[in-house]
């Protein structure tokens, strides 16, 4: 396996790795609900969510998690 590909690997299982979870999923509440409120509280508030909304209000969550999870990850390898 070529380094770039150990790379990616060693991220995509980094993403599940419990040392790095616990910062990574609160930087995640935090920055989620930061983003879900920008795009969908207006339509939270009034009730007209929709399937797609919810979707992508998951999203909002999920980014910030991996992102996060990224830096950990690289960080780690950088030492």
């Known amino acids: ?19 790095l979870m616990p910062t990574a999923i609160k930087v995640s509440l935090v920055v989620g609900t930061i ?7 207006y339509a939270l508030y009034n009730g007209k969510m929709t399937s797609q909304r919810w979707i992508s209000g998951l999203i909002s969550y999920l980014i910030p998690y991996a992102v996060n999870i990224h830096g950990q990850y ?3 390898l950088r030492k």
Not at 35 to 41: E, K, P, Q, R, S
């Open 74 to 76: 690289i960080s780690g």
């Open 35 to 41: 983003i879900f409120t920008v795009n969908h509280g």
């Open 1 to 19: 396996m070529n380094a770039k590909k150990s790379v990616v690997w060693g991220y995509l299982l980094a993403l599940s790795d419990r040392k």
